[in-house]
């Protein structure tokens, strides 16, 4: 995290010392925030997964032959 030491503006403002995020950072700590937050939840009970982890075989496809209106081309 970088620090800003005092310093003047153009228009003769005075900014006082003061530190600062790098750019981006807020986000990376948002998801990292996030992903603690699930793990710990899991870990505690709060989340529960029912049922079964397999997925239904898929529905079968109706295939038709389709001519062309107006006899052979």
């Known amino acids: 995290m970088p620090f800003i030491d005092n310093y003047t503006r153009r228009d003769g403002t005075e ?5 600062r ?5 807020r ?12 793990i710990w939840g899991a870990g505690e009970g709060g989340i529960h997964f029912k049922g ?7 529905k079968p496809v109706i ?5 062309p209106a107006g006899g052979d081309r």
């Open 15 to 19: 900014v006082q010392a003061h530190s």
């Open 21 to 25: 995020s790098a750019p981006g950072s």
């Open 27 to 38: 986000r990376q700590l948002s998801i990292a925030a996030i992903i603690i937050i699930l």
């Open 52 to 58: 079964k982890a397999t997925t239904p075989p898929p």
């Open 63 to 67: 295939r038709a032959t389709v001519a």
